[in-house]
């Protein structure tokens, strides 16, 4: 992906003439400046507004955005990093506040019964790990790598290696990362998410060091570098000022809204890229974690990686944009926040048409309270997806309970004719019984 580098400022006035720039600070706002935040890659290719050339366009917007702020995170050579807020951006940060924080309704899918907002937190946290390693490479199913996080079997190759570590360092962000960042903390999530996948397993949960080849990071259609990270001997410091930002707004300081924090953390992680693999699911999972810790708790159910992976190409972009135009991250922050506002859409939507599938397995079960919340969260699956298996590992690791609470959930099934029971070689598994649908219409309380 070639995205040409943005001029500066600095570099139009070389290039312009005093009557040039006098000519293009005196020009009208173009209505197209202000629909979208454009980039000179984009920016060229238009037609400039009257009597302007492209430079004097660019010059113009590029002087309305001088009061960008600056961030620590800077460049090799200590050149800040900057932002702006949009208005644009205003109303997606609302609407993200509003239905991401605080007391916010869940539809009744999640709401319904003790065990359904556990195990649609578990779904989600698979369904992340899932896809933000296939977008980084893995090549396993989501089907199949469904089946090995709820049966817990071992992975069997690097892909699901890659699934496994990434569900894992998920867990350990919402259950032992604690509210403060600290570099050890980010190491061992690091360690975590690239456990057994390394051609240099010393490489896991450390940065790289003076003496190794940098990582880059490639275009993936044409194979060229599009970004080369800060140079080995910085990591130390930079990792210790990720953290101190990521910290900020407890311990004072400007403020920065939490939402942009965590855009923020993501871009530095992935920017700085301090290790070896890996980056990309490490800075991923750092913004869910900042998202939770500050209030956000609706952000561990979002379909980010999903939403990242079918359309990779903006994602890249957003950062390459970044890159070259100075370093404004304002690309970046209207990239991920349109996606995060997407992603709410489409959990709701989800979560909707989830309720009305409940709605509807509670009608044919109807007064059937030999049923607990459990079994009657796998017969609303098991309606949904005739072909769906479980087993004893998988019940107890989708709701999280014993295998003894597992055993006799199926096993209730399987007297009531409701599931059918199968060896799979020296384990047992349950499928759906055909008639699902009579069965539970029939079945007596």
Same mark, same amino acid.
């Given at each position: 992906?070639?995205? *040409?580098?943005?001029?500066?400022?600095?570099?139009?006035?070389?290039?312009?003439?005093? *009557? %040039?720039?006098?000519?293009?600070?005196?020009?009208?706002?173009?209505?197209?400046?202000?629909?979208?935040?454009?980039?000179? &890659?984009?920016?060229?290719?238009?037609?400039?507004?009257?009597?302007l050339t492209s430079e004097q366009w660019w010059l113009k917007i590029k002087a309305g955005r001088r009061d960008l702020r600056e961030l620590p995170l800077t460049e090799p050579d200590g050149q800040p990093f900057t932002y702006g807020v949009l208005d644009s951006m205003f109303r997606r940060l609302h609407y993200i506040d509003q239905r991401c924080s605080?007391?916010?309704?869940? &539809?009744?899918?999640?709401?319904?019964?003790?065990?359904?907002g556990r195990r649609f937190l578990v779904n989600s946290l698979m369904e992340e790990a899932i896809r933000s390693s296939q977008l980084e490479g893995a090549t396993t199913s989501r089907v199949v790598a469904k089946e090995m996080l709820r049966s817990g079997r071992d992975p069997q190759d690097r892909s699901e290696r890659m699934i496994v570590n990434n569900y894992r360092a998920l867990e350990f962000m919402r259950e032992e990362m604690g509210d403060r960042l600290t570099p %050890?903390?980010?190491?061992?999530?690091h360690r975590i998410v690239t456990d057994g996948t390394l051609d240099d397993p010393s490489a896991a949960g450390r940065l790289q060091q003076p003496g190794e080849s940098r990582v880059a990071?490639?275009?993936?259609?044409?194979? &060229?570098?599009?970004?080369?990270?800060?140079? *080995? /001997?910085?990591?130390?410091?930079?990792?210790?000022?990720?953290?101190?930002f990521a910290n900020e707004g407890e311990d004072g300081g400007p403020f920065v809204h939490p939402?942009?924090?965590?855009?923020l953390l993501h871009f530095w992680l992935a920017y700085d890229h301090p290790f070896e693999d890996g980056n990309g699911r490490a800075a991923r999972i750092l913004f869910f974690w900042s998202m939770r810790v500050r209030g956000y708790w609706l952000a561990e159910y979002l379909p980010i990686s999903?939403?990242?992976?079918?359309?990779? *190409?903006?994602?890249?972009?957003?950062?390459?944009?970044?890159?070259?135009?100075?370093? &404004?991250?304002?690309?970046?922050?209207?990239h991920q926040l349109?996606?995060?506002?997407?992603?709410?859409?489409?959990?709701?939507?989800?979560?909707?048409?989830?309720?009305?599938?409940?709605? %509807?397995? /509670?009608?044919?079960?109807?007064?059937?309270?030999?049923?607990?919340?459990?079994?009657?969260?796998?017969l609303t699956d098991a309606v949904r997806d005739t072909g769906a298996s479980y087993s004893f590992d998988s019940h107890a690791a989708s709701h999280r309970v014993s295998h003894e609470t597992a055993r006799s959930d199926l096993r209730g099934l399987v007297d009531r004719g409701l599931l059918v029971k199968r060896h799979r070689g020296r384990k047992f598994v349950f499928h759906p019984a055909q008639d699902l649908p009579t069965r539970l219409k029939e079945s007596p309380a």
């Open positions: 992906m070639y995205v *040409a580098r943005a001029p500066s400022i600095e570099e139009l006035f070389e290039k312009l003439s005093g *009557a %040039d720039v006098m000519d293009a600070v005196a020009a009208p706002e173009d209505p197209r400046s202000r629909e979208s935040y454009l980039h000179w &890659d984009k920016l060229r290719h238009l037609e400039p507004p009257p009597e605080g007391e916010v309704a869940m &539809d009744e899918v999640v709401t319904s019964e003790p065990h359904a %050890d903390s980010v190491l061992e999530l990071v490639f275009d993936r259609d044409g194979g &060229d570098p599009v970004h080369t990270p800060p140079p *080995a /001997e910085q990591l130390p410091k930079r990792l210790r000022a990720m953290c101190e939402v942009i924090r965590a855009i999903r939403l990242i992976r079918n359309a990779p *190409a903006q994602y890249g972009r957003a950062f390459i944009e970044t890159e070259t135009d100075g370093g &404004d991250t304002t690309y970046f922050l209207i349109e996606l995060i506002a997407k992603a709410i859409d489409d959990l709701h939507v989800y979560l909707q048409r989830k309720a009305a599938e409940v709605k %509807d397995v /509670e009608r044919l079960l109807q007064g059937a309270d030999y049923l607990n919340g459990r079994q009657l969260a796998l």
